[in-house]
């Protein structure tokens, strides 16, 4: 199976100031139709999780621009460009790529400093 | 609006069993792949199971292949889990999913999830 290896696993952020989040996979992602299936999700305190980005940098639906995903190959990246509060909570990155099975990272908690 | 509501969690004994329904709204059930996800207690995401629109397959996590099963019921747009042989280690939340054209792009909706027990 795929391994994804999210970093930090925490994150303080001062409010206003940017954030990044590492994402890496054992295998490469990129499938057979020429996409490449990294997907993240937002889990703020006590909400189910939400889809923020698919395939690697398409924002959905009322999803800020502050946020946005890039990277290729194995390695992967999600930016809050400027942290607000409403962003604190876990986010997690999701390979479609080599499914079954689906396999997530494990997490990484932003909070603010 | 897309609405998923999970019911059927509780507490059960090791060994035992439960079976969790997600009843669907706002979107053509019979169209989309539907899933389940699980949260341990203070732990990150573990995907659990899938079933295709029509219910021609169905995909399992390894850690619940033989004890879980998948199904759906498009007439009433009602997705189930039936788990048997339960273990401690299945304590989690069940979070129902909806997948998007293709499960590869992971879930746009999710339910509000379902607490599951498994202690003596």
């Known amino acids: 199976d795929v391994v994804i290896t999210q970093s930090p696993l925490s994150l303080p952020v001062t409010l206003g100031q940017p954030a990044s989040i590492s994402c890496r996979s054992s295998?490469?992602?990129?499938?057979?139709?020429?996409?490449?299936?990294l997907n993240w999700f937002q889990q703020r305190p006590g909400q189910s999780p939400r889809r923020l980005i698919y395939?690697?940098?398409n924002r959905d639906s009322g999803v800020p621009d502050r946020f946005s995903g890039s990277g290729s190959g194995t390695d992967f990246t999600l930016k809050i460009s400027r942290v607000e509060a409403e962003d604190v909570g876990v986010y997690y990155c999701m390979q479609g790529t080599h499914w079954p099975p689906i396999t997530f990272g494990q997490g990484t908690r932003l909070e603010i400093k | 609006e897309v609405q998923l509501l999970e019911s059927g969690g509780g507490l059960v004994q090791p060994g035992g069993s439960l079976r969790l329904s997600c009843a669907a709204s706002g979107f053509t059930f019979s169209t989309y792949a539907m899933s389940w996800v699980r949260q341990a207690p203070g732990k990150g995401l573990e995907w659990v199971s899938t079933?295709?629109?029509?219910?021609?397959?169905?995909y399992y996590a390894d850690s619940v292949k033989g004890r879980f099963t998948i199904s759906r019921d498009n007439s009433e747009s009602t997705l189930f889990l039936e788990m048997n042989s339960l273990r401690a280690e299945d304590t989690a939340v069940y979070y129902c999913?909806?997948?998007?054209?293709?499960?590869?792009?992971?879930?746009?909706?999710w339910g509000q999830g379902t607490l599951v027990t498994v202690s003596s």
């Open positions: 395939k690697v940098s």
């Open positions: 079933i295709t629109f029509n219910s021609d397959r169905t």
């Open positions: 999913a909806k997948g998007v054209t293709t499960i590869r792009l992971g879930f746009d909706s």
């Open positions: 295998q490469g992602l990129v499938y057979s139709d020429g996409n490449t299936y």
